[in-house]
């Protein structure tokens, strides 16, 4: 009889058993990017979303004044999301939570740190390094090559 009791207990322990909660924790230095996933926006940083499967995801940053961002990021499964472990964890009447970190540096865009002066500048410096690098283009044919005929 007493084993009936503890079975029925248990039975309904893993009928009523918690659920897997896996968040994604995205971060950004500076806050306020707008970050997609996998071409999804899900809005800006500071944010946290949930996802289902781990594996690799492509990543998206965007600030104003700031480079983009266009990476990879992995959500590693921590050991008791693998099989075996996973049916336990799953069981528990309290539920299993995971957090996956991401954080990402926004690297300030070369014309917030440079005024427009120093960009065109800099720019007809370059144009004329690569003038020199290049042969002169002929603007008439020479007279020992043969002329064709009309």
């Known amino acids: 009889m007493r084993s009936g009791a503890w079975t029925a207990l248990l039975g309904v322990v893993l009928l009523t058993g918690g659920c897997a909660d896996r ?3 995205i971060t950004s230095a500076p806050p306020g990017a707008l970050v ?13 979303a949930s996802f289902v499967h781990y594996g690799t995801y492509d990543v998206r940053l965007r600030l104003e004044g700031y480079e983009p961002v266009v990476t990879s990021a992995v959500a590693t499964a921590p050991w008791y999301e693998y099989v075996g472990p996973d049916l336990v964890a799953e069981a528990m009447p309290w539920g299993v939570e995971t957090r996956v970190r991401w954080n990402f540096t926004l690297k300030p865009a070369l014309e917030s740190t440079m005024g427009r002066p120093e ?3 800099g720019l007809i410096d370059r ?9 002169p283009i002929a603007s008439e044919p020479s ?5 064709s005929p009309d």
């Open 36 to 48: 997609w996933v996998n071409d999804v926006e899900l809005g800006r940083t500071p944010l946290e």
């Open 127 to 135: 144009a004329r390094e690569l003038g020199k690098q290049t042969a």
């Open 119 to 121: 960009l065109e500048k």
């Open 23 to 25: 968040r994604l924790v």
């Open 143 to 147: 007279s020992s090559e043969p002329s």
